[in-house]
């Protein structure tokens, strides 16, 4: 029996299995996801105060559906032999999906570095959620004030102090002017003191130090600094961008036998641009992924990879949210609209569970249309 293996249990992972299931209908083909955990992590969703509740149990999407689910970690791909290797076992494929998605990149050589907490993980998240529950008026650091250091620290800041620090000499340096003002703002009004062109260069017990020299007080230092895709990418090919990830065609073919879908591809978006590192693209590039995988094998035809446009929205914790659209991110809502935006997103992120129907319907939509803002011209954005 022709089998397609998926490696990666996030967004691009579980959608790509969703995508195979529906390529495949009622055809004698094995679709086996490989993945250590027993949930899909809303990853988007872990700056929030009860991180488990930004999961879903994986069992719920993939039985339905019919798609096998193998908790282990894979450690080698051989794409000659077509072989994965997860925790010692050989598994044979037909066609891969590699969609292992990324990891936050951490400090090498900080002094301290033990201490640090993160929220690239329910893991991490878990563990500064613990390590400061029940605590009022802490002192945070966030380090890297990109889109996950800035929804860290403002949700930070509802029961404590946060200094936000960053080498670049603006505010969300990554996100571009457009919404600069709004993020500015926001910060002034949750209290989020700045410190600007430096960074934490030791952790200690109570404290940091920065590279200017100066110790802050801290209860937690929050590292947000840096993704990069998983480093099986360097099993499927040399030629890797800068963030770590295998390009990929229109139709999201790494190789012959292999597709890359989520953190792992480096996908064209249009001429100009390569798409982000995040679920609204993880999602399509996974339901497109898994499909072609299974398409290739019967012999019917492949999709190619359509993004709708690129919108973004940042949570800004007690002063709302900003959703913008563009790659200029143009600030379309912001304050309370932007919160129930932002709301409502993080509610579309989350599969449908239990409905093998749904499920299938779902994989096929690879555009989520969502209302924004009353009075743009256009009413609908795709963000998923």
Not at 34 to 57: F, G, I, Q
Not at 221 to 232: F, I
Not at 281 to 292: C, E, I, S
Not at 333 to 351: E, L, V
């Amino acid at each position: 029996m022709a089998h397609v293996v998926i490696i990666g249990g996030g967004f691009a992972g579980v959608w790509s299995a969703a995508g195979a299931a529906l390529a495949r209908g009622d055809a004698d083909l094995r679709v086996t996801l490989v993945a250590p955990n027993e949930h899909l992590v809303l990853r988007p969703r872990l700056y929030e105060p009860e991180p488990d509740r930004a999961t879903v149990e994986l069992r719920r999407v993939l039985g339905p559906i019919g798609v096998e689910h193998l908790r282990a970690s894979v450690s080698t791909i051989d794409t000659g032999r077509r072989v994965v290797v997860a925790d010692g076992r050989e598994i044979g494929y037909d066609r891969l999906v590699l969609a292992a998605g990324s990891a936050l990149v951490r400090p090498r050589d900080l002094p301290g570095a033990e201490r640090l907490f993160d929220i690239d993980t329910l893991d991490g998240a878990r563990r500064l959620t613990g390590h400061l529950r029940d605590r009022e008026d802490y002192t945070a650091v966030v380090v890297g004030a990109g889109f996950v250091g800035l929804e860290a620290a403002t949700a930070l800041a509802a029961r404590g102090r946060v200094l936000l620090v960053d080498r670049a000499d603006t505010v969300a340096e990554p996100l571009g002017p457009g919404p600069r003002a709004e993020i500015e703002a926001a910060l002034d009004e949750l209290g989020v003191a700045r410190r600007l062109g430096t960074t934490v260069t030791e952790v200690g017990d109570g404290y940091a130090v920065l590279s200017d020299g100066a110790r802050v007080e801290a209860d937690a230092v929050v590292w947000s600094v840096g993704m990069r895709a998983s480093e099986l990418t360097r099993q499927i090919s040399a030629e890797l961008d800068h963030l770590g990830r295998v390009p990929v065609d229109r139709r999201l073919r790494a190789l012959p036998e292999v597709f890359a879908a989520g953190d792992t591809a480096a996908a064209a978006f249009d001429a100009e641009h390569t798409v982000m590192q995040a679920c609204q693209h993880a999602t399509p590039l996974g339901k497109v992924a898994g499909y072609n995988a299974v398409a290739d094998l019967l012999g019917r035809p492949l999709r190619d990879f359509t993004p709708g446009p690129y919108v973004t929205c940042l949570d800004l914790g007690g002063a709302g949210a900003i959703f913008t659209r563009g790659w200029d991110r143009r600030v379309m809502a912001s304050g309370a609209d932007g919160a129930a935006i932002k709301q409502r997103i993080n509610q579309a992120i989350h599969p449908p569970v239990d409905d093998a129907a749904e499920i299938l319907a779902a994989a096929d939509h690879v555009h989520l249309e969502l209302p924004f803002f009353p009075r743009d011209e256009e009413r609908t954005a795709p963000v998923a």
